[in-house]
C-alpha cells in the first residue's frame, strides 16, 4: 500500500485536492483595516441583525458558507463532507450554523488553529478517496470570545499590552478532487507545546514555540528550508508572537524574516486600530487565507505558501484553576502547481 505519511508527523497528499472556492465575511473593524478590499462581505452592524453576539457568529458562519457554495456553482446536496469549527463552548458556532443544512458534518476544536485543522483534515478526506468534495469552515466574534474568556464588556477591564483582538469574522474554503487549483499538496500535524504561560492576555508567547516546533517539523520531514516557500505564514500570534518565532529560528541558524508574516500583525493597523498586539481568534488566519493569501495566488502574486494555524488550548475552567496554556499549530502547504 502506497502511504502517504512522511517523516514523524507530516503528510504529502498522493491526489493534491484542489481549492474551488473561498470566502470570506467580518466585521466593522476588520473593514477598516489594511485588508478591507479583499474581503467578500464586511457588515456595519457587528451583530450581524441577530439578538447575540453568539447568534451573530452563527450567522456569520451561514453566510461564509452561502457565499462560498455560490462562488463554487454548488448546492449544499454536492458537499460530501463539511469541517468546521470555533471558539465556544461545544462548538455552537458551528453547530447552530449547520444544523437543518443535510451537509455530513464533522465537528472540531483546534482554538485558532482550526481554519488549518479542517483544510489538512478536508486535504485528507479526498486525497484518500473518501470525498470528492468537502469543506471547511470557521470563525470567531471579538465579543462572543471575550464574554466567554475574559470578562464582560460592560466590566470595563483594562487590556494588557500583550493582549491581542478577536476577529469578528468567518472563512469558508470548498476542496475538490480535481481543478485548475491552487492546490493543498502537503501538511503536517502539530503536536500540543506548553512552556508554562500561564497568562491569558499573553497568547502570542503562549503559542509561538507551537508555531516554532512545527514549522521546523515540516521543513525536516520534508527536507525544506524558508526559500522553499515565497511566504510562511502562521495564524495569530500577533506582533509580540512573530518576533518570538523569528528569534527562536534565528538561534538555530535559520532566518526566515524576509519570508515570514502572521495574520494577527497583517489583519489590523496596529498603529491605528487601538488592537495592542494585533488579532486573534479563529477567524484571523481564515479571513486573511480567504480573503487576501488565495487572492495574491490567484494573481501569482504568490506561488508556494506555507499556513500554520495556531491555537491556544486553553478554556475559562482552566484559567480559573491555575492551568497554564498549552498550544498547537498545524501547517498547510498551498501551491499553485499540483506537482
Known amino acids: 500500500m502506497t502511504t ?25 473593524k476588520e473593514g477598516e483595516g489594511p485588508l ?66 443535510g451537509i455530513p458534518a464533522l465537528g472540531l476544536y483546534g482554538a485558532c488553529s482550526t481554519m488549518a485543522e479542517s483544510l489538512l ?29 475574559r470578562f464582560p464588556l460592560g466590566y ?50 503562549a503559542m509561538a514555540p507551537a508555531a516554532y516546533e512545527t514549522i521546523r517539523a515540516h521543513f525536516d520531514d520534508f527536507s525544506l528550508a524558508p526559500e522553499d516557500y515565497d511566504l510562511i505564514v502562521t495564524g495569530d500570534l500577533g506582533k509580540l508572537g512573530k518576533e518570538l518565532v523569528i528569534e527562536l529560528f534565528r538561534r538555530d541558524g535559520v532566518s526566515i524574516a524576509s519570508r515570514y508574516d502572521d495574520c494577527g500583525t497583517m489583519i489590523y493597523d496596529l498603529k491605528k486600530q487601538d488592537v495592542h ?17 488565495l487572492r495574491q495566488m490567484a494573481l501569482r502574486k504568490l506561488n508556494r505558501v ?5 491555537g491556544a488550548l486553553l478554556s475559562p475552567v482552566s484559567t480559573q484553576q491555575g492551568e497554564s496554556v498549552p498550544s498547537v499549530c498545524h501547517a498547510v502547504s498551498i501551491r499553485s502547481e499540483r506537482s
Request: glycine share 12%; net charge positive; aromatic share 8%.
Open 4 to 28: 502517504q505519511h512522511r517523516g514523524r508527523q507530516s503528510i504529502c497528499f498522493a491526489s493534491p485536492p484542489s481549492i474551488k472556492a473561498a470566502a470570506s465575511v467580518v466585521g466593522k
Open 36 to 101: 478591507k478590499t479583499y474581503f467578500d462581505l464586511v457588515s456595519q452592524d457587528t451583530k450581524f441583525a441577530q439578538s447575540s453576539w453568539e447568534k451573530a457568529e452563527n450567522q456569520m458562519q451561514k453566510l461564509a458558507l452561502q457565499t462560498v457554495l455560490k462562488k463554487a456553482s454548488l448546492t449544499n446536496q454536492d458537499l460530501d463532507v463539511i469541517f468546521s469549527g470555533d471558539l465556544l463552548n461545544q462548538c455552537i458556532g458551528s453547530n447552530f450554523s449547520l444544523r437543518g443544512t
Open 121 to 149: 483534515m478536508a486535504s485528507a478526506a479526498i486525497s484518500g478517496g473518501y470525498a470528492a468534495c468537502a469543506a471547511a469552515l470557521t470563525s470567531s466574534h471579538f465579543a462572543s470570545s471575550e464574554r466567554q474568556y
Open 156 to 205: 470595563g477591564g483594562q487590556r494588557t499590552p500583550t493582549a491581542q483582538w478577536t476577529v469578528t469574522g468567518s472563512g469558508a474554503i470548498v476542496l475538490q478532487a480535481e481543478g485548475r487549483g491552487p492546490y493543498i499538496t502537503g501538511a503536517t500535524v502539530g503536536t500540543i507545546v506548553d512552556k508554562g504561560i500561564k497568562d491569558a492576555n499573553n497568547m502570542g508567547a
Open 277 to 293: 498586539c494585533g488579532g486573534s481568534g479563529c477567524g484571523c488566519s481564515a479571513v486573511v487565507l480567504c480573503g487576501f493569501l
Open 306 to 310: 506555507l499556513f500554520c494555524g495556531t
